[in-house]
T-cell receptor, first 114, second 113 residues
Framework: GESVGLHLPTLSVQEGDNSIINCAYSNSASDYFIWYKQESGKGPQFIID???NMDKRQGQRVTVLLNKTVKHLSLQIAATQPGDSAVYFC?????????????WGAGTKLIIKP | NAGVMQNPRHLVRRRGQEARLRCSPM?????VYWYRQLPEEGLKFMVYLQKENIIDESGMPKERFSAEFPKEGPSILRIQQVVRGDSAAYFC???????????FGSGTRLTVV
């Protein structure tokens, strides 16, 4: 789940519409998942996380869905705004108290059309 | 809490010079990660450190690159004899060791001329 030398896939959404960003994770033993948002010129920032014993978690305008059967994670953003334009990264953590490292997905660039 | 502090924000080096990138983790955070990012690309893991220990350096080139996280002071990523291909944004993230989320700094943008 680490991005190496690949240009980011892009998702274009009309302002006001809902966005769904998808992420396929690699390891069925992962027990924790997290989404980050990276705006241009800035470091990634935490959006929302979810543990493997949950299917869904909601935040402010964002919802994360976890489907462990197909190892799929999605981030839904309701009523997208121009400020939502950014690159979105998912990350997973392998099960185990001694595993602290996050394994990062490739990222998706979200473009909001006016 | 000032968050994760990286400096400098921008660094210009001539080919062959050394680049030193500093990262002060959040207060109470004992885990530090360094990532490299090229424009329009994802995050490439370089190294994971805890105080005075390198835990995983599998993403760091064996030559010219080194990292440390001393008992006192910031974590340092050092790049010796820089080449044009080292030009990138380098991000540091810290982690408490009890919560799994990372807190990222604003990055250092290295340009090699």
């Amino acid at each position: 789940g680490e991005s190496v030398g690949l240009h980011l896939p892009t998702l274009s959404v009309q302002e006001g519409d809902n966005s769904i960003i998808n992420c396929a994770y690699s390891n069925s033993a992962s027990d924790y998942f997290i989404w980050y948002k990276q705006e241009s010129g800035k470091g990634p920032q935490f959006i929302i996380d979810i543990r493997s014993n949950m299917d869904k978690r909601q935040g402010q305008r964002v919802t994360v869905l976890l489907n462990k059967t197909v190892k799929h994670l999605s981030l839904q953003i309701a009523a997208t705004q121009p400020g939502d334009s950014a690159v979105y990264f998912c990350a997973e953590k392998l099960d185990g108290d001694s595993n602290y490292q996050l394994i990062w997905g490739a990222g998706t660039k979200l473009i909001i059309k006016p | 809490n000032a968050g994760v502090m990286q400096n400098p924000r921008h660094l210009v080096r001539r080919r062959g010079q050394e680049a030193r990138l500093r990262c002060s983790p959040m207060k109470g955070h004992s885990h530090v990660y360094w990532y490299r990012q090229l424009p329009e690309e994802g995050l490439k893991f370089m190294v994971y450190l805890q105080k005075e220990n390198i835990i995983d350096e599998s993403g760091m080139p064996k030559e010219r690159f080194s990292a440390e996280f001393p008992k006192e002071g910031p974590s340092i990523l050092r790049i010796q004899q820089v080449v044009r291909g080292d030009s990138a944004a380098y991000f540091c993230a810290s982690q408490s060791g009890t919560d799994y989320g990372y807190t990222f700094g604003s990055g250092t943008r290295l340009t090699v001329v």
